[in-house]
């Protein structure tokens, strides 16, 4: 049992070191020049000398993503809230939703960036991410405050309890497992909605990671490139393992979803 | 059916918005203190009648009269229906909260009444950490911590097993003599309905009709005596005849 977990552990990493060594052999000997496909050794060496500049920009990525969720949480909980309340309010604004759901966002991003101005990259890229986050927010949370066990409604009613303590003590608790589910799909959202949206709008003024990649993609340092994508991943498998351990300490002691 | 009345209810009929007549109108009066049954055959509109009672529905013909002030009422369902991340505790809580009680009293009566239904050392357990028959009695506790005069229960021991659900029947009659409840019983089981009746009201095929009000004279308590007697069985098959001329049934040959 013990040996057989430790070995579920060390197979993923043990298969990155092997597929590395690879790389770097394969690259000596078909000798691949560097500005197509560097060694991982050149790439250690760019993170070396480049990591600390593009860490920056990362931070600055990671910055962007916390804020532009935490809107979409805002947003996307607070409309969903408003829908169960009225169901003309409902029907009259979610299909607006889905249009900006659907609606790539590359293609508003040059709309946006001339709203808010083309010397304000940042707040063009904060509300794209947000707007491409905050959609699996919405219709979770409304998908979750819309299962509350009717019959526990009923008792609620029985008891005389106000729309308030409905939604409080009843709703939001029967919609938690939903909105956690909304959230961790959210959170990846608005990283890559932060940088699609930053290649999309972010040329001038973009601190981010996506342009700090471009432009090492223009100028053919393609190691730096390579730095700057592991930091992206790192990013990603940072929040969603954060949501995820949040839903599991959520949920632990009720729902079954966070049985092990 | 002697003793004072209740409840009257005249005529009471329900039709949904989908045009489903799902009741009536059904006539029934219901005296203080009585342990009245209400059985039928499925869909002939009992849990409608006990919505109605409860005042999660109104009627859409007759009408519902309460002798004096509308009582104090508790309601069980057939799922125990607890909030799945609230403790026992915490479920048992519920309506004094909602009710506006004070913390200090709350405590006391939450405590007091987990103990009646044995669940004090649970009072920090979560539901899904109980057996079916335990959380049917967090699901009584909770109807029953708001002091009720009136316990409406919806079926509420059809999906246990034959011994959880015959002990439960023997702790629930405890509780109604003890407290001198009213409790109002839906329930598909004949066997069920004269064990713990005082009275039997039997509903004709959707829409239900009352169609006849058996009474059950056997004495208090109860207990496996009175399961393995005579009178027993004579008022099982009474009630089961009832039900089949009420369902149309007995021209089958049933």
Not at chain 1, 141 to 167: C, M, P
Not at chain 2, 220 to 228: C, I, L
Request: charged share 15%.
């Amino acid at each position: 049992m013990i040996r057989e977990r430790v070995l579920n552990w060390l197979l993923p990493p043990a298969f990155g070191v092997l597929l590395l060594v690879f790389w770097e052999w394969a690259v000596a000997f078909y000798q691949i020049e560097p500005f197509r496909l560097p060694a991982p050794s050149a790439i250690g060496q760019a993170f070396l000398s480049d990591g600390p500049s593009l860490l920056g920009a990362a931070l600055s990525t990671l910055q962007t993503t916390l804020l532009a969720f935490a809107s979409a949480f805002v947003l996307g909980v607070g409309l969903a809230i408003l829908f169960v309340q009225s169901r003309t309010l409902e029907r009259a604004l979610f299909p607006y939703a889905v249009i900006l759901q659907v609606t790539p966002i590359v293609s508003i991003a040059p709309l946006i960036s001339i709203w808010v101005g083309l010397d304000h990259a940042d707040r063009a890229v904060l509300i794209l991410a947000t707007i491409v986050a905050f959609f699996p927010i919405l219709s979770n949370t409304v998908l979750g405050l819309k299962s509350a066990d009717r019959n526990l409604i009923a008792l609620f009613h029985l008891y005389g309890a106000s729309r308030w303590q409905v939604l409080t003590r009843l709703l939001l608790p029967s919609a938690l497992p939903y909105l956690m589910a909304g959230v961790k799909i959210a959170g990846g959202l608005a990283l890559i909605g932060a940088v699609v949206a930053e290649f999309a709008a972010g040329s001038g003024t973009a601190t981010g990671l996506a342009f700090r990649i471009a432009e090492a993609g223009n100028r053919l340092q393609i190691a730096k490139m390579f730095v700057g994508l592991a930091m992206l991943s790192a990013l990603g498998i940072l929040i969603f393992a954060f949501f995820s351990a949040l839903e599991a300490r959520l949920l632990r002691r009720w729902h079954d979803s966070a049985l092990g | 059916m002697g003793g004072e009345p209740l409840i009257t209810i005249e005529n009471a009929g329900k039709r949904f918005v989908t045009g489903v007549e799902a009741l009536g109108p059904a006539s029934l009066t219901v005296p203080r203190g009585a342990f009245l049954s209400l059985v039928g055959p499925s869909g002939c509109g009992k849990s409608t009648l006990l919505r109605l009672i409860a005042g999660l529905d109104t009627p859409t013909s007759g009408h519902l009269h309460w002798h004096g002030q509308r009582p104090r009422l508790g309601f069980v369902f057939q799922e125990p229906t607890l909030m799945p991340w609230a403790t026992v505790e915490k479920n048992a809580r519920l309506g004094l909260e909602l009710l506006g009680t004070p913390e200090a009293q709350i405590r006391e009566t939450v405590a007091g009444t987990l103990d009646l239904v044995g669940l004090s050392q649970f009072a920090k357990a979560y539901p899904r950490e109980l057996s079916g028959g335990m959380r049917m009695r967090v699901s009584i506790a909770r109807a029953l911590a708001v002091d009720p005069q009136v316990l409406l229960m919806d079926e509420p021991f059809a999906a246990l097993d034959e011994f959880t659900r015959e002990r439960l029947n023997d702790e629930l009659l405890m509780l109604w003599a003890r407290r001198g409840l009213t409790v109002i019983f839906v329930t598909h089981s004949v066997y069920e309905s004269v064990y713990l009746s005082t009275a039997i009201a039997v509903f004709t095929a959707r829409p239900g009709r009352v169609s006849e009000v058996v009474a059950v004279d056997a004495p208090q308590p109860r207990g496996k005596a009175f399961r393995q007697s005579a009178r027993y069985h004579t008022l099982c098959e009474e009630v089961s005849q009832a039900l089949r001329s009420a369902s149309g049934l007995e021209e089958l040959g049933e």
